[in-house]
């Protein structure tokens, strides 16, 4: 499922092309999270920015933590994926979520398909050992546990451990047969 | 309060630190005046027409009526006047200027965003903001001139989004917003200033007993540079506005209450700061910020 934000926005009455403030936030929360219904189970929500320029702090904290946090909590797997967002809103979707895990003690990252300021595609605060992880598993499509292992040098336990969390933070995918999928 | 007594003002209105003279005379003009003479003013930058701007409100809200400002010099008259200055309805001036001598609105003079009112209500605010950001984006190449960098535009969107929203949800007040360029000399400074006359940080903050500051101004301090926040868990506003300044090298003044907090960051030297910390200042109510870049 691909979501158009710049299209969102101007349905949503957002002062496009930037998306700011907390009331414009949760309406396009809202809105979002009422379509993850028509999403399958293991679906990819991929939010599309062209267009869009500033995305505040206050927009990301009322959108994108919130729905960030249902995927990590939702009963439904399902993904977030970005793409096509300017350098300010990465800026600024970073600064809030490496506030948010650091206070809450909670990783909550994103994944996207345009490289990063990290040199990476994802947004947030993963470690150098979860970076490479996401990392093999683009390049490779898919892994198991001893894959990861062999690739990493981590101890099987280890290397399992830390798939599950990137996995629990919906970073990774993981398929029905326990092996691990980009996102 | 004695009828028609009239101050003479300073000339102090040419940065936040120069207006602190102003505000010292802040308890004679609410209990002894009724007309402020500005014939000795040469200059007013923005943070100081806002800080006049929130003390005539304060003034006419104490005493319920409006302080006269007289012997305005032209350049001065004309320059509030292009700001929208009097259209806030605070002062009363004498209309001296004949229209014909009032800055007109062309292009070249579009360096400016006027001032605009920010509610205390979420709604009306919001589309306030929205105002705010459609209108400087409009002029941002006029505003901007003196900036190259193909991010600017989007950093100071983020700036006046981030510190506007801090208005209504925290100063339980409303505020004014207003941006310049101007020259100083040969450096151009372009001067983004946000005001309240609301309950100020250290108030915003009284309830919030997990919170270890020594000083009004340490408060500030840590407003800015930590993600402490006086209604959530925790807030993003000033640290973004705080990192987005510092990538710009530029200058934060932050006044609130009787404290006040500068930041400056080295332009040749990453990584390099400067916190001037002032406490102990007459009281003045809400908070004031002024974000400055120079060429």
Redo the contacts between chains.
Sequence with gaps: MIINMYSLGERLGC?L??L?????GRSVYGYLNSALNDLEDGGTMVLDFSGV??I???F??EMFVKILLEARKSSKVFYIKLKNF???AE??IN??LR??SL??NKKIVVITENICHNNAFFIGPLSDEEKDIVEFLRINKSATTEDVSRFSGLPTREAEMILEELHAARAVRKDKAGNFLSV | MAESEELIAPDRFRDPYDFEYIIDLQKAIYEHCSELNLSRVSFIEPFSMLQLLLMGRNYLRKSGNRLKLTNIPIQIYQYLHRMDFFKTGVFSAEDTVNNTHLLKRSSFSRRVLEITEISNKERESVKAIENIIGIFRKRAEHILKHWLSSNIMDYFVTVISEICQNIYEHSLDSGYCAMQTYSIGRRNVVRLSIGDSGIGIRKSFDHVGDIVYNSPAHLIELALTTLISSKREFGYGLCQVNAIVKKLKGIIFIRSGNASVSTLYHKQRADSSYFFLKNDLTDFDGTQISISLTD
């Design positions: 002062s092309p930037d700011i403030t907390r009331p414009a320029k500033v505040d702090s206050s990301i904290d300017s350098e300010i800026i600024n600064l809030v506030s948010y206070h809450k």
